[in-house]
């Protein structure tokens, strides 16, 4: 019944375990179609989180993704392994959306 002030959501990070604000970190979603990198957190299914972190995409993979993979409810080694690929291009390069114009500085 207590009504709270509206928070921001927390989710924590499957690789370092911290609960963060959930706009900070990013998604990694299992539809039925499979597992892939939700960025803009929209996709329906279960999902995971982590922190746009390399340390934390390392942490993830230890144990054959098992952190990631439980978080998932069981999903495919090949499938999280792809998803954590695409998760660590993002971060590598800066988490540019696709479809977004680059600059091009040639
Ligand atoms: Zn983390």
Known sequence: MARTAPRAPVRTCV????????????RIV???EGVCVDPE????????Y?????????AARRRGNSPLRRALR??????????????????VHHRVP????RSENA
Request: overall charge neutral; aromatic content about 0%.
């Open 15 to 26: 690789g370092c375990r911290r609960a963060r604000d959930k706009r900070a970190l990013l």
């Open 30 to 32: 299992r539809t039925p």
């Open 41 to 48: 957190a929209r996709l329906p299914g279960r999902g995971a």
């Open 50 to 58: 982590l922190c746009p972190d390399r340390d934390c995409i390392a």
């Open 74 to 91: 069981g999903a495919g080694q090949d499938e999280t392994d792809a998803a954590l690929d695409h998760l660590e291009a993002i971060v």
């Open 98 to 101: 696709e479809g977004t114009v």
